[in-house]
């Protein structure tokens, strides 16, 4: 049997809608599922990246990597999510110096999009490995340090392992009504609860009774505001739409440093299609995608992050949140190609003369 499954694209609020085609819904549920109780089985050393992990697998891994690489990865906690459970971040980087430039990446943000704490684990994997060998990762490594953050809707996640495969909000409760959760990226202090969110509690981009209402907002707000004058790129990784979003989201407007951000977009989705020749969209959010309001990336550009990013990951609808493992690999390897190439344009200033160039020789992205 074949399905046609209707499901709205996440960020949006009520108006668009995409058809997912997918081959027997439940079989692939079920597949993605049946793989937990072997998991828990195995030996840390055994770690696999090409499958997803639960939330418990996660920080576990979490305390593996701090504890097996004290040189180049501190892990600490921002704080508590609602249901009371710590908000876990790993820092990466070379103890150099003192007051490194940062790049934060957050995974995890809408619960049903498991690509994004598999990304995240990938990144480090990749990023702890290839430092002895990788002359850019050590470059990046030496000279920045990458907050990076799993899982950031921690209880939406694990809701979504145990519950409800399709679970997007974080699992706060309502006084009034009976749904629970707040959209994690409706809920920033950024023109809230406007244009592309809800102010209905039951529905998917709930905004909050009030900006950072939730304590996983609110955690990540604070440490980003502690650490803004070091903060220099701010990237969030969501799924799916194969697309690099920069702001902003809110309105149609053209950001003040639009050429420098669109370079490093364009460049970003150059890398990517190096990998695999897949291609991504890039631009504004609202342009590209649809008007959103009160989201993470607005927020953390209005904060003073001049490079803030919001991936979209694989694929363009077939499998769509149920995303198969086979593809973890290729999808986070070409995305890690991305965000180095973010990165590493950190490390030099931008020259706006090259992009109309790279613009002649990839005239496909």
């Not at 790049?103 to 049903?112: F, K």
């Not at 309001?293 to 003073?304: E, F, L, Q, T």
């Not at 694989?314 to 991305?338: H, M, S, V, W």
Request: hydrophobic share 35%; proline share 4%; with cysteine.
């Amino acid at each position: 049997k074949y399905y046609w499954v209707c499901s709205f694209l996440k960020h949006q609020g009520h108006a668009l809608f995409s058809w997912v085609f997918i081959s027997n819904l439940q079989d692939e549920v079920e597949k993605q599922e049946r793989h937990q109780s072997s998991r828990k089985r195995r030996s840390e050393c055994l770690y696999d990246y090409e499958v997803y992990h639960s939330l418990e697998e996660i920080q576990s891994w979490m305390f593996k990597m701090n504890r097996t690489h004290p040189h180049l990865v501190d892990m600490f906690s921002i704080g508590r999510s609602y249901e009371g459970r710590p908000l876990y971040v790993l820092q990466l980087g070379k103890r150099t110096r003192p007051h490194k430039k940062v790049v934060w990446i957050d995974c995890g943000v809408h619960a049903r999009e498991w690509i994004g704490p598999a990304f995240c684990q990938w990144f480090v994997k990749e990023a702890l490995h290839s430092y002895q060998y990788d002359s850019v990762m050590r470059r990046l490594m030496n000279q920045l340090n990458f907050f990076i953050m799993p899982v950031f809707n921690v209880d939406g996640y694990h809701f979504s392992w145990t519950t409800d495969r399709f679970w997007r909000k974080t699992r706060s409760r309502n006084a009034k009504y009976h749904c629970r959760g707040v959209d994690a990226n409706r809920n920033w202090k950024v023109k809230w609860c406007e244009e592309g969110a809800s102010s209905h509690p039951c529905d998917d981009t709930y905004c909050g009774p009030f900006p950072e209402s939730e304590p996983e907002v609110k955690a990540v707000a604070k440490f980003l505001r502690k650490h803004k004058k070091r903060v220099k790129a701010y990237i969030s990784i969501h799924a799916y739409a194969q697309m690099l979003l920069y702001p902003y989201s809110y309105k149609y407007a053209t950001i003040p440093n639009f050429d420098c951000v669109e370079s490093a977009a364009h460049d970003a989705v150059t890398a990517l299609y190096s990998a695999y020749g897949v291609r991504y969209r890039y631009g504004p959010a609202s342009t590209t995608l649809y008007v959103s309001s009160g989201s993470s990336m607005d927020w953390a550009y209005r904060n003073g992050i001049q490079y803030a990013f919001a991936f979209e990951l694989r694929d363009k609808g077939y499998f769509g949140f149920l995303l198969p493992e086979a593809q973890i690999n290729p999808t986070c390897t070409e995305t890690t190609r991305a965000v180095k190439t973010i990165a590493t344009g950190l490390l030099k200033k931008c020259e706006i003369g090259m992009l109309q160039l790279d613009r002649e020789r990839y005239p496909y992205l």
